[in-house]
């Protein structure tokens, strides 16, 4: 069984920088991938980025792409949304999640999910 904890989200100013963390406990096997999702408020969950636990490939959404990067440190068996140049449309409730399939497209089952954590960026 795998538990997610996600931690890290605020409140910043458009333009502002904020990491996430997703701290995983039970085994992660390198075949696994964890991914990020957002949901804000009156719209559908969004699949942002993922990445193998290898590390050997990643997916980014193009409404991220450029500005946040995806990294986790096996050793911690943590994951982390480092998220720059934040804009207002990027408030939501960040979800970390796993699937155990590998899959870092979208469409990916991810059956283990953390709680979320806010991020709310003023403009």
């Known amino acids: 069984q795998v538990q997610l904890v996600e931690s890290g989200g605020g409140l910043v100013q458009a333009g502002s920088s904020l990491r996430l963390s997703c701290a995983a406990s039970g085994r992660i096997f390198s075949s696994y991938a964890m991914g990020w999702f957002r949901q804000a408020p009156g719209k559908e969950r969004e699949f942002i980025t993922a990445i193998t636990w290898s590390g050997g490939s990643t997916y980014y959404a193009d409404s991220v792409k450029g500005r946040f990067t995806i990294s986790r440190d096996k050793a911690k068996n943590t994951m982390y949304l480092q998220m720059n140049s934040l804009k207002p449309e990027d408030t939501a409730v960040y979800y970390c999640?796993?699937?155990?399939?590998?899959?870092?497209?979208?469409?990916?089952?991810?059956?283990?999910w953390g709680q979320g954590t806010q991020v709310t960026v003023s403009s």
């Open positions: 999640a796993l699937d155990i399939h590998g899959v870092v497209r979208p469409g990916g089952r991810y059956e283990y």
